[in-house]
């Protein structure tokens, strides 16, 4: 399985930019943070093109390495523009009752951090100021996976805040953690995610001159084994109060679909207690039909106001990426725009971002191990074949406004590429479960699992489960009502 990946922590020194809004004037919390960015500069910031370099001087192990590079290409829409303004008004907006260097303040964080406190009884002293929020911001960011919510949230993060600010005035020396982003854990345990939340604390506070905290200890006995679920909130509860903290995001919310029926209400009710006490906003990512396990109004107002990140097939923006692709050819014989082609990447991929650069990828490492050297509409199917079996299933059911279930393997997918074979195999089976797919389109699914898990290695546990899966499908595959082809098969 791939291990995450550490993302780089930028510190910063604080620097004041006095606010002439009452409710953020004098709160050092919300005056360091950097002013928010206009359009224009936001795009000149952000936007990334990898260039093609002279292929003349290079060996083929070398450009190879040269075409992961693809992957760095950062293309903003406006979708991209308003999720930055929705973090920044979230973070500040969130630190309007926490100001440190109000008295009343510093004596709530005491009894916040105080065990001999009860909790319930600690009451927030800005509760009755008209400028103080009564409850913390939410969102749940949604798309397709590969549409790029994960790259494009971080990308935002990394460049636009930076993740710790260090304090040094007189009457407030303490570090400010700006966000922490964590993933979901696969069985979405409340226990598991604070324990990933504290490590990362851990992790940012190791990098300034706070040094680390080793709040990862504190929630452990003796044994390794976690302490009680109620004393590791509290020390969650504790440790993001002391340190500031503006923004939690959690990636692959959708976890949380294959995860139990209690798990999923406990960790909703970590969320509300991480609300309600603290008002830290928060900000979680997952795919779209993770909203559908949450099938009444308050647990959906609880996950957060959606914000569905769209594919990239608005014109002007597809267009945009399009001259980025061209412009990336690392061969001998580099073509230029071609209809053609343009109209099977779209035909292939949908427009979802990863798969659109992952094709494009393997299309042209495919030309230079083939001595082709050269880009077509061929080369481009074959490649697609080889390494995204599952996403002709899935786009062509997204392009007929068929998303439902086939969504699910947009799922199935990413997991596959990323060498993730449980969660894929957990998404499958929920996709097998649920999907009303039958006949002929059901035997269509089960040919392109077989291509996609030919070179994954499972273990024996994993084969069975893929076995198991399978026998759905066959038994659905068996059921043949109406016209059966996946093109034609009724929503």
């Excluded at 489960?465 to 929503?491: C, F, N, R, W, Y």
Aim: with cysteine; charged share 25%.
């Amino acid at each position: 399985m791939m291990m995450p990946k550490r993302r780089p922590i930028t510190v910063a020194k604080a620097h004041y930019t006095p606010s002439d809004v009452a409710m953020y004037a004098g709160n050092p919390l919300i005056e360091a943070l950097q002013p928010r960015l206009g359009s224009k500069l936001l795009r000149q910031r952000l936007t990334v093109k990898p260039n093609s370099p002279d292929v003349g001087h290079l060996s083929v192990g070398e450009r190879e390495e040269h075409i992961h590079t693809l992957f760095d290409i950062r293309l903003l829409s406006q979708q991209h523009l308003d999720l930055y303004y929705d973090m920044y008004s979230m973070i500040r907006y969130g630190y309007v009752h926490r100001n440190p260097v109000r008295a009343e303040v510093v004596a709530w964080s005491y009894d916040i951090a105080d065990p001999n406190v009860e909790q319930e009884e600690v009451t927030q002293p800005l509760l009755n100021d008209a400028s103080a929020p009564t409850v913390a911001e939410a969102l749940f960011l949604t798309g397709f996976s590969g549409n790029g919510k994960s790259t494009m949230t971080e990308h935002l993060l990394l460049n636009l805040f930076p993740q710790v600010i260090e304090h040094t005035v007189a009457d407030f020396d303490e570090p400010q953690v700006v966000y922490l982003k964590v993933d979901m854990p696969h069985n979405a345990s409340r226990g598991g995610l604070i324990s990933r939340l504290l490590t990362e604390l851990d992790r940012v506070l190791a990098a300034t001159s706070y040094g680390d905290p080793r709040y990862r200890d504190v929630i452990k006995k003796k044994n390794g084994d976690h302490i009680k679920l109620d004393a590791m909130v509290e020390v969650l509860i504790t440790a993001c109060n002391r340190h500031h903290l503006g923004l939690i995001v959690i990636d692959e919310f959708q976890n949380m679909k294959v995860a139990s029926l209690r798990y999923r209400n406990e960790m909703l009710q970590l969320f509300d207690e991480l609300a309600n006490q603290l008002f830290i906003p928060s900000i979680k990512i997952g795919t779209p039909d993770t909203l559908m396990i949450f099938d009444n109004a308050r647990h959906k107002r609880r996950l957060g106001k959606p914000f569905e990140l769209n594919r990239l097939n608005e014109p002007k923006t597809w267009e945009r990426l399009l001259t980025m692709l061209y412009d990336f050819q690392p061969l001998a014989h580099p073509i230029t725009r071609d209809d053609k082609i343009d109209a099977v990447l779209l035909h292939l991929t949908a427009a979802v971002p990863a798969f659109v650069l992952g094709l494009w990828e393997a299309t042209l490492i495919k030309a230079i191990r083939t001595g082709k050297e050269k880009m077509s509409v061929t080369l481009i199917k074959q490649a697609c074949r080889e390494r995204f079996p599952l996403l002709s299933t899935a786009t062509r059911n997204i392009h007929h406004n068929r998303r439902g279930g086939y969504a699910d393997l947009l799922t199935v997918q990413q997991y596959l590429a990323e060498d993730n074979n449980a969660l894929a195999l957990k998404h499958l089976n929920q996709f097998a479960e649920k999907t009303e797919v039958k006949g002929e389109a059901a035997s269509d699914v089960i040919k392109d699992i077989d291509s996609s898990f030919n070179t994954a290695e499972l273990n024996a546990k994993e084969r069975n489960k893929l076995l198991d899966i399978k026998k759905k499908l066959v038994e659905k595959s068996q059921a043949v009502l109406g016209p059966q082809t996946i093109e034609h098969k009724a929503t």
